[in-house]
């Protein structure tokens, strides 16, 4: 049985970090995506990034060059480190996996099986 265990949120300050973790176990398959979604109150979930078991990543617009998705196979983690917060990135954060996400969809929520419990960010102004 697949679990992701999602450990590091907290509240911030604007223009401060954050690094979120995903522990995985009893993931069998090959092949892998993981991404990182957000879903703040009364809004859609929205895929944040992704990274695949060639260490390709993807990133959604309004995190390019303040959020960096990385893994860490010896540890079944992969981690999101978050910089230059805003509070706009206030949200639930939930990390997802799947063997086999449709390439260029892999920042789809309906594109993953496996979910976390999910970990609060609060960026505060």
């Known amino acids: 049985q697949v679990q992701l265990v999602e450990s590091g949120g907290g509240s911030v300050q604007s223009g401060g970090s954050l690094r979120l973790s995903c522990v995985a176990s009893?993931?069998?398959?090959?092949?892998?995506?993981i991404g990182w979604f957000r879903q703040a109150p009364g809004k859609e979930r929205e895929g944040v990034a992704a990274?695949?078991?060639?260490?390709?990543?993807s990133y959604a617009d309004s995190v390019k060059g303040r959020f960096t998705i990385s893994q860490d196979n010896g540890k079944n983690t992969v981690s999101l480190q978050m910089n230059s917060l805003k509070p706009e990135d206030t949200a639930m954060y939930y990390c997802?996996?799947?063997?086999?996400?449709?390439?260029?969809?892999?920042?789809?929520?309906?594109?993953?099986?496996?979910w976390g419990q999910g970990t609060q960010v609060t960026v505060s102004s």
């Open positions: 997802a996996a799947d063997p086999f996400p449709l390439p260029g969809l892999v920042l789809s929520a309906d594109e993953y099986t496996y």
């Open positions: 009893g993931y069998t398959y090959s092949s892998y995506c």
């Open positions: 990274i695949d078991s060639d260490g390709s990543t």
